[in-house]
C-alpha cells in the first residue's frame, strides 16, 4: 500500500540532482541576479514568502475542508515572515508558483505543496548559511526556526496525503505535482544562472 512518505521518498529519488543543486549557493546567487548581499538576499527571500502567501491564501479559499487549514497556516506564516523581513521584496515571482498556481485537485495541491516545501526548506538553508557568514546569528536563526516550520508544513501536507488518496492515480497525481514544483524550480534556477555567465553544475 503506497504511502505519502513512499511518495516524498520517490520525489526526492527522482529529483535528487535537482534539490541538490537547488539547496547550493548558486541558489541565492540566481535569487539576487549575483548581487551577493545581505539587502538582496532578504529582498529575495522576501519575494518567495510574498509569492508563496498569495498561493496558498488563493488555495485555502477554494480547497477541500481537510485541506484548507493547512493552507491558510501556510500562508499566516509565509505573511508572517514577510513581514518580519526588513527589506523591499523583489518583483520576481517564482516560476515555481506559476506551476502550483495551475493546480486544482487537493491531491495536486498537496503533492505540489509538498514539492514546495522541499525547494524552499533548501533556499532557507543557504539564507541561514549566508547570514552565518555575515557574523548575523539573530537573522540566521530567524532562517534556520523558519526551515522547521516548512518542515512541519510538510508533515501535515503528508498526513493529509495519507487520508485523502483513494487510489494509485491519486498517488501518481500527487508525485507528479511535487515533481513538476521542484523541476519548474530547478529550470528558472539553470536559465538566470546561464544568462549571468556561471555554471548551474557544481565544479568539481
Not at 510574498?50 to 484548507?68: N, V
Not at 548559511?129 to 518542515?151: I, Y
Not at 512541519?152 to 494509485?168: G, K, P
Amino acid at each position: 500500500m503506497t504511502t505519502a512518505a513512499d511518495i516524498i521518498d520517490a520525489v526526492r529519488d527522482d529529483q535528487q540532482t535537482e534539490l541538490s543543486r537547488l539547496g547550493s549557493s548558486k541558489t541565492l546567487y540566481a535569487d539576487t541576479r549575483g548581487e551577493m548581499d545581505a539587502d538582496a538576499v532578504l529582498g529575495a527571500v522576501a519575494a518567495r514568502e510574498a509569492a508563496a502567501q498569495e498561493t496558498f491564501d488563493a488555495w485555502s479559499d477554494d480547497a477541500d475542508e481537510s485541506a484548507a487549514g493547512l493552507f491558510a497556516d501556510a500562508a499566516a506564516g509565509a505573511a508572517e515572515r514577510r513581514e518580519g523581513i526588513d527589506a523591499e521584496a523583489t518583483d520576481r515571482t517564482p516560476a515555481m508558483h506559476a506551476v502550483l498556481d495551475d493546480l486544482d485537485e487537493t491531491v495536486e495541491r498537496l503533492g505540489g505543496f509538498v514539492g514546495w516545501t522541499l525547494v524552499d526548506k533548501k533556499v532557507k538553508e543557504q539564507a541561514t548559511g549566508f547570514f552565518t557568514g555575515q557574523a548575523d546569528p539573530q537573522t540566521a536563526s530567524t532562517f534556520r526556526s523558519a526551515g522547521g516550520d516548512v518542515e512541519e508544513l510538510r508533515e501535515d501536507a503528508a498526513d493529509l496525503l495519507d487520508t485523502v488518496c483513494d487510489s494509485e492515480d491519486d498517488w501518481d497525481a500527487a508525485e507528479g505535482a511535487a515533481v513538476d514544483a521542484i523541476q519548474a524550480a530547478y529550470d528558472e534556477y539553470v536559465e538566470t544562472l546561464e544568462d549571468l555567465g556561471v555554471n548551474p553544475k557544481p565544479v568539481c
